[in-house]
Each structure stands twice: as C-alpha cells, then as structure tokens.
C-alpha cells in the first residue's frame, strides 16, 4: 500500500471529569471518557431514537493535558482529533484483553473545548478558556493574523 491514514474525529460530551495521572518517570498522562450521540425517528413508530458511543480518549500531549486539566470538566462538549491505537493485555487469568483508545500523542492530535463548564449557555458563550482571545461580543473583530 502506497499510504495509509489513521485518524480519528470526535464531537461529543465528556462522561467524567479526564483522569489527570503522573507516571513513574514524570510523564504525565490524561484519560477522558467521552460520549458521541446519534438521533433518528423510528419509521414505524414516530418516536424518536438514540444511540450512545462511548470513546476512550488518552492524551500524551503536556501542552493539552494542562488545558485539559485546568478547564475540562464532565459534561462539557469537546472536539478530539488523534488516532486509533488498540491495545493488548493479558488479565489476571491469562485471558488476552484488548482496548481500543483515541490517542493523542506528544506532538500531534487536537483537543478544542465547544463550550465552556462555566458558560450558563453554551450555545452563547465563547467557546475558547478564558483569556483565550476576544469573544464575539468583544466589540471588534477576532484578531486572526496569520505568521505567515
């Protein structure tokens, strides 16, 4: 195969509050547990339908995991791009164990906040932390100068 893509992208709502851990070395490590949805009306029926994915989401990434930790909190609606990594184990009774993750390494993936644990709307608030620019009620335009 000439090339091949591992991506993954998620919009959903995070279950927990993320697990903020520090490895034996230092290296610290977030685990979020983050649920996506899908909507329909039953044909046969007229009501509505829903279905839950849940999304195991671990990120490498110290720049991220401080955002991460700082602001992220249950509930809150997050944009996660990474890839798709599975894992294998063996448990206590020597049965094979796999784990499929969204993972965000060191120096790639991308973790957005859509809105924000202490906006009382969030379809109103700005979707950035605080201090993270000038929100859409700021006054003037967002100042986006591109370096380049």
């Given at each position: 195969?000439?090339?091949?893509v591992?991506?993954?992208?998620?919009?959903?709502?995070?279950?927990?509050?993320?697990?903020?851990r520090?490895l034996?070395?230092?290296?610290?490590?977030?685990?979020?547990s983050?649920?996506?949805?899908?909507?329909?009306?039953?044909?046969?029926?007229?009501?509505?339908?829903?279905?839950?994915?849940?999304?195991?989401?671990?990120?490498?990434?110290?720049?991220?995991?401080?955002v991460?930790e700082?602001?992220?909190?249950k509930g809150?609606k997050?944009?996660?791009?990474?890839?798709?990594?599975?894992?294998?184990?063996?448990?206590?009774?020597?049965?094979?164990?796999?784990?499929?993750?969204?993972v965000l390494?060191?120096?790639?993936?991308?973790?957005?906040?859509?809105d924000?644990?202490?906006?009382?709307?969030?379809?109103?608030?700005d979707?950035?932390?605080?201090g993270?620019?000038?929100?859409?009620?700021?006054?003037?335009?967002?100042?986006?100068?591109?370096?380049?």
């Amino acid at each position: 195969m000439a090339g091949s893509v591992n991506k993954a992208i998620i919009m959903g709502n995070l279950g927990r509050d993320p697990e903020i851990r520090t490895l034996e070395n230092g290296t610290k490590v977030a685990n979020l547990s983050v649920a996506t949805s899908e909507t329909w009306r039953d044909k046969n029926s007229g009501e509505r339908q829903e279905r839950t994915q849940w999304h195991r989401v671990v990120v490498w990434n110290e720049n991220l995991i401080k955002v991460i930790e700082s602001y992220a909190k249950k509930g809150m609606k997050v944009y996660i791009e990474g890839q798709n990594e599975t894992r294998k184990w063996t448990d206590n009774d020597g049965k094979d164990r796999y784990v499929t993750e969204i993972v965000l390494n060191r120096y790639r993936g991308e973790f957005t906040m859509v809105d924000r644990p202490d906006a009382p709307d969030s379809s109103e608030g700005d979707p950035r932390p605080p201090g993270g620019g000038k929100s859409k009620d700021a006054g003037g335009p967002i100042d986006d100068d591109i370096p380049f």
